[in-house]
């Protein structure tokens, strides 16, 4: 059953509107601009890069993704069936390691069975989305996260495992050490329904000395 809490698709200018309600928020959006969310329509595609990326740097994964594509021949990005199809030595000489080819093709398997279908995403809540893409071999919960809000972009999630999205309300609110989830919570209730663009700011101003600056 679908939640009616959830909404499906991503307003921007009134999720703007909204944050720019928060003392704290309006300096950081003056100042960082409007955020760049873009609706990703292979949804694949996307969960074999949140399993390529997983706990390795930014540089590594993107080189072991460019050879995993060249290990498999295709037009567009590789189908799940094109994948399965690929011998495991091949994509283990991509850089991969042993379980990450495992949970890729567990990935695989799972479109290639029916079992996940994008189609059916936009008449299923966040949660019921989560608890779709954990089943799959190497989805956990920060990946769910990571799809729901730059692959569907859906406008209200927050991702509290995420180390980023922590310490970035410790900047904002100027707290002593890291906050935890109920804590994040709490303070992002007046952000709600559009926690997913206040989570970009989030990670954008870590990396600045000055929140908006």
């Known amino acids: 059953m679908v939640s009616m809490k959830d909404s499906k698709h991503l307003d921007l200018p ?3 509107r909204h944050l720019n309600r928060d003392n704290r ?4 959006i003056k100042g960082i601009g409007k955020p760049d ?3 990703t329509r292979n949804a694949f595609e996307s969960l074999v890069r949140a399993i390529v990326y997983q706990q390795i740097s ?3 994964a993107a080189s072991i993704l460019a050879k995993f594509l060249a290990a498999i021949p295709h ?3 590789p189908t799940p069936k094109e994948v399965l199809a690929t011998p495991m030595r091949k994509l283990r000489g991509a850089g ?3 379980q990450k080819v495992l ?3 567990d990935l695989a398997a799972k479109f290639d ?3 996940i279908t994008p189609k059916k995403f936009p008449h299923m809540s966040d949660e019921e989305i989560r608890d779709h893409l954990i089943a799959v071999k190497g989805i956990g919960r920060w990946s769910a996260d990571m799809f729901l809000m730059f692959s569907l972009n859906r406008p209200d999630v927050l991702p509290t495992g995420d180390l980023g999205i922590q310490k970035g309300f410790q900047k904002l609110f100027n707290m002593r050490k890291l906050p935890n989830a109920k804590v994040m919570e709490k303070l992002a209730k007046s952000w709600q329904p559009y926690r997913t663009v206040a989570c970009w700011y989030l990670w954008r101003i870590v990396d600045t000395r000055t929140p908006g600056k």
Do not use: D, E, M, Q
């Not at 928020?25 to 950081?28: G, K, L, T, Y």
């Open 96 to 98: 991969l390691s042993k």
């Open 103 to 105: 949970y890729i093709r």
């Open 37 to 39: 969310l873009r609706h």
């Open 14 to 16: 009134k999720a703007l």
């Open 75 to 77: 037009r567009k990005y």
């Open 113 to 115: 069975s029916g079992y």
């Open 58 to 60: 930014g540089k590594a």
């Open 25 to 28: 928020f309006r300096s950081v």
